[in-house]
């Protein structure tokens, strides 16, 4: 089952494997992974392996991609799919660090070379020797990955000798967690790092009522360093947290480019903080406004770097939706994370959205330490106040490293294995609970959030006011059944929202 002859294969594994057998499927429905991953309505593009891609086709090494979570195979299918392959690099997040390791067993298995990247690498360099591979990369890889693929394929150059290596020491001993490594060098001019969007065109990507999408960034980093986030457990100067940004012109011609030969109804900037860099954003809408191509367009940033002159200028531009990391409705929490907006302010940017007909959308986060269960009705009454457009409930999960990973182990929560013990099976997936509050109380407020939030009347009726077509009822049909369906834990959610095998 080899579809490709390429030496370099990149995969951004799925979160879930879909099992086919009784008993798996069974394992699954209580597993506290699957409570709020994204179905159908929620997927990406994995532009970070574009980028690496379009770096591969450049120093003239073939590759192809393959975005799992597209795709209905199993483990096995997955890593038949690669023979064939030299080097299989595979991107690994938090998130999918359970079924990465399941399909590096796999691919293991049948000799193959597999080198990870991505996220985790990056903070916690010891998963290589963890999954029993030899090879990683910490930090962007455009220029780091082709140098070893180089190495590897070619036996040109010392991989030893390449910034952001990761080598494990004895990578057959799992219990020896010993790697050699050399610092990432920051990729200060990141104009030559455009992705390659020729590598993925399963055309399956969509947003919650947006539809089908296409992604730009026009950025690289978050300046904020959020006690949750990757941001505030990554080193100074590093990937997570140096803001660095193409060219206005560059950007503004991949934007174009992008939507004159895709055609999505839905074109998403996927910088972390797009208005981080006020005078850039005004420079990037006044050129979208002057080429005259107009097309719909969405961006997330901080409440405190927009105001109503702004998402003016943005929506004359095209802008359709904005998102931000509100995280919660009670300033005190937001405060102690590091986002120290009130919540007045919140409430005249989201009427600002309103009076310019920016659809706005936010992510509330259930699980800040301290946090009680009345707090979390707050925020779910704050969004319904501000007439949010779209919110994704979630609940708090932890990152290694971070502000709050330290806290929790402090508190006895979960121990510093955790992640380890999660990705071998032994544990569930590392949430955050406050206070004597359970998992199991957890998934409850965010099931009844969901619920409250978007079966209520006044939902229903502003939503069918947004209706232009046939096609965005059928559309928000498709995003609320599936916003719905996940907060049913008794279901795996490759059933919930995927492509069914």
Request: aromatic share 8%; net charge neutral.
């Amino acid at each position: 089952m080899t579809h490709h002859q390429a030496d370099v294969v990149l995969l951004n594994p799925s979160y879930v494997f879909p099992p086919f057998d009784a008993e798996a499927k069974s394992a699954l429905r209580d597993d506290p992974l699957f409570m709020d991953l994204p179905g159908e309505q929620f997927l990406y593009p994995p532009m970070g392996l574009l980028s690496i891609g379009g770096a591969l086709k450049r120093a003239g090494i073939s590759v192809v991609c393959l975005d799992c979570n597209t795709q209905p195979m199993s483990v096995e299918d997955t890593a038949t799919w690669c023979e064939g392959a030299k080097v299989v690099g595979i991107s690994l997040l938090v998130a999918n660090l359970r079924s990465t390791f399941l399909l590096v067993q796999a691919m293991k298995a049948k000799g193959y070379t597999v080198v990870l990247g991505g996220a985790y690498p990056s903070v916690e360099p010891s998963i290589v020797a963890q999954m029993g591979l030899t090879y990683g990369i910490s930090g962007e890889g455009e220029e780091s990955f082709p140098a070893l693929c180089r190495a590897l394929i070619d036996g040109e150059g010392r991989p030893e000798d390449i910034p952001g290596i990761i080598i494990a020491e004895s990578p057959g001993d799992l219990s020896d967690r010993r790697v050699y490594t050399r610092a990432p060098e920051l990729l200060e001019d990141i104009n030559p790092w455009m992705p390659d969007r020729t590598l993925v065109r399963e055309g399956a990507y969509k947003l919650p009522f947006s539809g089908r999408i296409e992604l730009a960034l026009a950025s690289r980093g978050c300046p904020y360093k959020c006690t949750f986030c990757y941001c505030s457990s990554a080193s100074p100067n590093s990937m997570f947290n140096t803001s660095r940004w193409v060219d206005v012109d560059l950007a503004v011609a991949d934007v174009l480019e992008t939507v004159r030969r895709y055609r999505p109804p839905h074109l998403e900037m996927i910088d972390e903080t797009f208005t981080v860099n006020r005078r850039y954003v005004e420079r990037f809408c006044k050129a979208i406004i002057d080429s005259g191509e107009t097309f719909k367009w969405g961006a997330k940033t901080r409440i405190d770097l927009v105001d109503e002159d702004l998402i003016a200028l943005m929506a004359r531009a095209g802008l359709r939706k904005l998102g931000f990391g509100l995280e919660s409705g009670v300033y005190d929490h937001r405060r102690r994370m590091r986002k120290n907006f009130d919540n007045p302010k919140v409430e005249e940017v989201f009427a600002a959205c309103r009076r310019h007909g920016v659809e706005s959308a936010c992510t509330i986060i259930f699980g800040h330490p301290d946090e009680t269960l009345d707090e979390m009705r707050q925020s779910v009454e704050f969004v319904k106040k501000i007439r949010a457009v779209y919110v994704e409930f979630h609940i708090m999960v932890l990152i290694p490293g971070t502000e709050l990973f330290r806290r929790a182990v402090r508190e006895g929560k979960v121990t510093e294995d955790v992640f380890e013990r999660f990705m071998r099976g032994e544990t569930g997936f590392p949430e955050y609970a406050p206070g004597n509050l359970t998992p199991e109380d957890m998934r409850r407020v965010h099931r009844a959030a969901v619920r409250s939030f978007y079966l209520r009347p006044s939902y229903i009726t502003d939503t069918l006011t947004r209706v232009r077509r046939p096609s965005d009822l059928l559309q928000y049909a498709r995003a609320a059944k599936s916003l719905v369906k996940m907060t049913d834990i008794r279901r795996p959610v490759w059933m919930v929202g995927r492509r069914r095998a």
